[in-house]
């Protein structure tokens, strides 16, 4: 099902709780703000956080012929077509959203097969893949399932100390090991802007990422500071009222034009202005607002 | 259109099963190896493992005696657990470990079960170190007198290695740690694991439930996301019949070491660990506030417990800590000790 989706994009880290699933989303937003149709698959079987992130925890996945039907999230215009952001996680299965996914890795194999074969994704130009910490079960195999599928490569996360880049650095080796491709790395939580008086401390240390990703050889797509706002925007979705989503409301986080950033680098990353193959991408993502 | 079902998750509730030696990669649709239906159900046919499922001998695992055995000379095992990744379950642990060392007659061990991501080792200072291993089993590392270590790192031969394992390659090792490794007497043993309800924690919490482990401490940060996780972890918690000793809050508000003003980087919008702890009736122990000195500390190895045992961040663990024995009916830590051996050295 992945084979006909132009652009499959991995986000991984080694390590747990560096932002994974934040940045998933935020790439989600800034390529839909780009006019991008971008569907989201959350693999994290044990800990889903996509629902939660997107403010749709009761929402279920349908079964229909051929398939499983993703859930979609934003603001559909009238009379236009379906452009709104598609999402399939296990967080959809769930009966509670307290239950646990109790899984040997045969299990949790079957599933992410299921998940990259039988998802009725409709005209999906960029595919952002979530995924646990590790290198584990879930991650074998994804890299099996998506050799067919040609991925883009994979966007690995992590926060600048030493804690946390010793683990990333396992994950960077693991790509190589599968062959899976690189296509950047993103630091994550890099400084936090004091509010009371504006002086920048680095909570989590600052610079990691990029030395590791020098000594690795693989591009780094840029620093994202902490923001505590960006957590609120995400935790008080339930209470907005009226027009304006999570795509427009986070036109106002100072995260925003980072990530606009980092997604213009991914965009040329993926598509190599000699093969043609999304020329009007860049020239599309500079445009915005 | 029908709401798609969730498939029947492992059973938790037994005693592990002796594992047959697989020649192949169970089928997605396995019974398991060492179910009664192994060699006998649908997906078997054509499976590799057939012949050797259905022949194994069913039962428990022959190794649980040997582990029994083992553990048996530890008084007090406890898990340090978390649905969510990055909340400072191995932070926590080290702290805790290097605060129940400070009485030089209490032995300590942590047994890192992180496979994938394993930082005990960076974080306790005993990055470069490996394990010998003797007729008698494996010996931990020894950061202290009384603190000992064990961690898959210590077995790689590049520290970058990254390990691509399967479930049971990870559920073998694991338990060899608690077979094999010579923790001797001890009076705690503390168990760090990697986020989330999998293979792992499968096995840890089969293996060592018959072996008296003591509980489960859970840490978590104050956002909803991790709380939601969390909730996993002690329904998992619940269904294998491991007692929730009780929750930590960590990187609960942050402190800006230039104004000193507060703020909230994980905001708690759902009323953090405390509401959580109240919803689902288990102890909140207490909580850990943000100090960028922690990180620094983990990263070069230093014990932050003893770099800046007056900082607010330590004035919480040793409430945590409180709490903790408390409600495990242990006298409070200071006097540890003094009780259990004539010293006084202690402070
Ligand atoms: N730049 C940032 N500023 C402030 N908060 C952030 C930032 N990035 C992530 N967070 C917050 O940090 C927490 C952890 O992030 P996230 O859940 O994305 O990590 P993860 O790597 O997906 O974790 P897991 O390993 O558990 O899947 C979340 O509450 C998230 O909102
Ligand atoms: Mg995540």
Known sequence: ?289 | MAAVALPLQANIMGPPPADPQLVAPEPEHCPGPSSDLAGKGDACAGCPNQQICATAPKGPDPDLPLINARMSTIAHKLLIISGKGGVGKSTFTSMLAHAFAQSPSTQVGVCDIDICGPSIPRMMGALGESIHSSSSGWSPVYVADNLGVMSIQFMLPGKDDAIIWRGPKKNGLIKQFLKDVEWGVLDWLLVDTPPGTSDEHLSVCGYLKGTGVDGAVVVTTPQEVALLDVRKEIDFCRKAGIEVLGVVENMSGFVCPNCEGESQIFHATTGGARALCKEMNIPFLGAVPLDPRIGVACDYGESFFDAYPESPACEGLMGIIGKLREGMGLPPLESEGVEEEEEEEEE
């Open chain 1, 1 to 289: 099902m992945l084979e006909t989706i132009p652009h499959v994009i991995l986000v991984l880290s080694g390590k747990g709780g560096v932002g994974k699933s934040s940045v998933t989303v935020q790439l989600a937003l800034s390529l839909v703000r780009a006019g991008k149709r971008v569907g989201v698959l959350d693999v994290d079987l044990t800990g889903p956080n996509i629902p939660r992130m997107f403010n749709v925890e009761d929402e279920k996945i349908r079964q229909a012929p051929g398939g499983w039907v993703p859930v979609r999230v934003g603001e559909r215009e009238e009379g236009q077509e379906d452009t709104r952001i598609q999402l399939m996680s296990l967080g959809f299965l769930l009966k509670d959203r307290g239950d646990s996914v109790v899984w040997r890795g045969p299990k949790k194999t079957a599933m992410v097969r299921q998940f990259v074969t039988d998802v009725l994704w409709e005209d999906v130009e960029y595919l952002l893949i979530d995924t646990p910490p590790g290198t584990s079960d879930e991650h074998i195999s994804l890299a099996e399932q998506l050799r067919n599928v040609n991925p883009d490569g994979a966007v690995i996360v992590t926060t600048p100390q030493a804690i946390s880049t010793a683990d990333v650095r396992k994950e960077l080796n693991f790509c190589k090991k599968v062959g899976i491709n690189v296509l950047g790395v993103v630091e994550n939580m890099s400084g936090f802007v004091c509010p009371h008086c504006s002086e920048c401390t680095n909570v989590f240390s600052s610079g990691g990422g990029l030395v590791m990703a020098n000594e690795f050889g693989v591009e780094f797509l840029g620093k994202v500071p902490i923001d505590p706002a960006f957590n609120m925007m995400i935790e008080s979705q339930g209470s907005w009222e009226g027009k304006g989503g999570l795509v427009q409301r986070y036109g106002d986080s100072q995260l925003c034009g980072v990530f606009k950033g980092i997604t213009e680098r991914l965009v040329v990353k993926v598509s190599p202005p000699e093969k043609g193959r999304d020329e009007k991408a860049l020239s599309d993502v500079s445009g915005l607002n």
